[in-house]
């Protein structure tokens, strides 16, 4: 019982080292840009550079019209199945996941052979079309985790009965979606969202292939040819992260705190 | 014509026929309860009505309007479901409003007409609460406020009280019928509860596999059932194996008994067998009891229940309950005792399978 507990704390001890150590070292490097002293010089410099701030605006635009064109295309879709093909969802719960199992990189490359300049739909043929591809296939990458969350929120509702209570009481389906489903899967939604943010900040694979000025490239960029500075990033980049679970964190425990008893 | 006919209505899933020619005129103002036991159908129907299933056959009409054509949102229908389904984003007076604001009233009526049906349901105290604040009870209310705002032209109610616990259950039915009469709104309340549908009901459809097996007033259920299987869903009964004795004078054996019936067997033979029927209730023990016609047996078992002593009597092979009333001079019959009951004639029901 008692060596039992003790190695449990050892294994703890063992994963917090694994864990900590290297982002403490890598916090105390990135505060040593100026000789002989500890300051904030790296993230000064990082938060100042143009294009710093370029790359982290393009990424938080393109996390932002993914979440909403993803949760545009989730939330119905999520919804339709649960009201009308149950026996759906297992299916759509696997293909959801192909993402996961299918790499980006090959992704991208069948984006890039479907959607390049000469083909049918050129969607790389200009900016906007890059920049909507990209989006795209943002909301690829993070569908299994957007339909999962949404998946879970329906749960906690009876999907069909509010559907019918809103239809016997004369609406039609946009308001269905938008005032009686909508609301009620906003938690889902939100952490869904924050995921998706998280995901979207630190991607490279289908920004650097798609050559669009995104934050995970800059990322790489800036490691490959700065000392201080990719640690301060590395450092915001987790902080990001962090901000974004710690919110999802917060969204639970609040959709928990007023359960639907529907 | 009747304010909600249901005429021939078939449903299938599938293969199988789940809603077998069902019939039914309702009354304008008529409160009608359908009654039976799980998977009778009674929801199916219910939900035709509602227009969130298409009958396979037959025909719907409101106000002699046909309703099979119609989308549920086209149908001004009011309902009430078992789960309250009352959306959980909304607080009372948004939930009540609801079919308010889809229906394009403004503002100050809307907020007039919630107001006056959360004073009908005594609620108005809690229009800001959100759904998860409320009782079950409290929650069905809201959800019969809501159906009833848009002033619908039929309310359906499917099992609305079989999620809260026997008190409110029986003060919240007496409430939902007592807005219906006020109201004079159609209602169609569906129960596998009896004594539910036998309290509020202007009638009663039993329901039984699919099919009305008997359309009537409480009372006409209870008393003359028409069918063997109305006559053992609707209260207790005994069914008791009986041999014709004099088909001409209406009379039959029950063992050693001979029992006057009311209901005529002439077209039986002598010595034909009998299934009669008979409530635990009917009959008295007492020697100055009236009656027609008596039955002789011996005491099996005696259970005193508080209000009602509940014996088994032994007669000729049959087991028969009987209920008494207990009062402090009742003698509770002891096993072995030899007792008579006397019953009318009316008593014993011949009840076709
Ligand atoms: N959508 C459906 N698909 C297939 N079968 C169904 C469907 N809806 C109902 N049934 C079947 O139809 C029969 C009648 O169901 P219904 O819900 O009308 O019964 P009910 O009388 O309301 O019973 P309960 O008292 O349990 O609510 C049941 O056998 C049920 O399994
Ligand atoms: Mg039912």
Redesign the interface.
Known sequence: MKASKALAWFAIAIGVIYFFVPLIGTFEFSMRMRRGAYSFDAYQSVFSDAQFQSTFGFSMLMALFTIIFGMLLVVPTAYWVRLRLPQMRPVIEFLTLMPLVIPAIVIVFGYLRLYNSSSWIPFTGSIQGTNMLLVLSYITLSLPYMYRSVDTAMRA??VR??T?????????WP?IMF??IF??V?SGVLSGAFITFAIVMGEFTMAALLNRPAFGPYLQLVGANRAYEPSALAIIAFAITWFSMGLLQLVSRFSKM????? | MSFLVLEHIKKSFGQTQVVKDFNMSIEKGEFVSFLGPSGCGKTTVLRMI???ENPSDGAISINGKNQNKLK????????V?Q???????MNVFDNVA??LK??GMNKADIDKRVKEMLKLISLDHLADR???QMSGGQ?QRVALA??LA?KPQVLLLDEPLSALDAKIRVSLREEIRQIQRQLGITTVFVTHDQEEALSISDRIVVMNAGRADQIGAPSEIYNRPATRFVASFVGTLNMIDATVADPAANTVKVGENTVKLKESIGALKGGDKISIALRPEAGSLSESAKGDTSITGTVVLSHFLGSVIRTKIDVGGNLISFDMFNSPDTVQPQPGETVTLRFNASDFLIVRD
């Open positions: 509702i009876d009965t509010l019918e209570a809103a239809e016997i009481l004369g609406a039609k308001t005032r009686c609301p009620n906003m007023a359960p639907s008893k529907a | 509602a227009g969130f549920t949102n086209q149908r001004n229908i009011g309902m479901f789960a309250y389904a009352l959306f959980p984003n609801f079919g889809i229906a959100y759904p998860y929650q809501r159906a848009p």
